[in-house]
T-cell receptor, first 109, second 122 residues
Framework: GQNIDQPTEMTATEGAIVQINCTYQTSGFNGLFWYQQHAGEAPTFLSYNVLDGLEEKGRFSSFLSRSKGYSYLLLKELQMKDSASYLCAALDSNYQLIWGAGTKLIIKP | GAVVSQHPSRVICKSGTSVKIECRSLDFQATTMFWYRQFPKKSLMLMATSNEGSKATYEQGVEKDKFLINHASLTLSTLTVTSAHPEDSSFYIC??????????????????FGPGTRLLVL
């Protein structure tokens, strides 16, 4: 079956760095997405990786290892506004998004 | 970036009535629109995939006759919850994918989400 695993909840301190991991098992693979979702709001696009390696975009970076079925989202210089759920989603061979349950990130001052 | 709107943002209705939710892509044409439902503290649940000019593809367990989807144009899809009941109360979110865009990797597959519609059925 198809499956996405990510931690349910993580806590970090303002100004610090946090890494949110995601492992996936899908029928074929056409890329991996990370979305941010604040409570009560719709998800917003953060990143897309289809090739191995690290892609940096400001304070956020996303990494992919296709051979390991693994990705992580790295958030640096954490701000209180980064408190949100972070959703990992993999695109399978039919171009269907398989969603993880999301990781709730709590930022403490 | 691509913008998707949803209307209404919030609706309260009586049990037995029907509710229509609109999803529009404002600055791009969307070949495909997706309808999701999200329960509190849960991930998104895909309900159906809607392609312009054709019938929607519903996920297993989603009643076609209860959740009517119409994708009338490349910028508009509607979800109608027919004869709504309290258990239909949820957060409904649409998303859209751009068509034929030659750009950075991921442009074709990236889904842009609407702001969501919170439905409360009394």
């Amino acid at each position: 079956g198809q499956n996405i695993d990510q931690p349910t909840e993580m806590t970090a301190t303002e100004g610090a760095i946090v890494q949110i991991n995601c492992t996936y098992q899908t029928s074929g693979f056409n890329g991996l997405f990370w979305y941010q979702q604040h409570a009560g709001e719709a998800p917003t696009f953060l990143s897309y990786n289809v090739l191995d390696g690290l892609e940096e975009k400001g304070r956020f970076s996303s990494f992919l290892s296709r051979s390991k079925g693994y990705s992580y989202l790295l958030l640096k210089e954490l701000q209180m506004k980064d408190s949100a759920s972070y959703l990992c989603a993999a695109l399978d061979s039919n171009y269907q998004l398989i969603w993880g349950a999301g990781t709730k990130l709590i930022i403490k001052p | 970036g691509a913008v998707v709107s949803q209307h209404p943002s919030r609706v309260i209705c009586k049990s037995g009535t029907s509710v229509k939710i609109e999803c529009r892509s404002l600055d791009f044409q969307a070949t495909t629109m997706f309808w999701y439902r999200q329960f509190p503290k849960k991930s998104l649940m895909l309900m159906a995939t809607s392609n312009e000019g054709s019938k929607a593809t519903y996920e297993q367990g989603v009643e076609k006759d209860k959740f009517l989807i119409n994708h009338a144009s490349l910028t508009l899809s509607t979800l109608t919850v027919t004869s709504a009941h309290p258990e239909d109360s949820s957060f409904y979110i649409c998303s859209a994918s751009e068509m034929g865009l030659a750009g950075a990797a991921g442009d074709l597959e990236t889904q842009y989400f609407g702001p969501g519609t919170r439905l409360l059925v009394l």
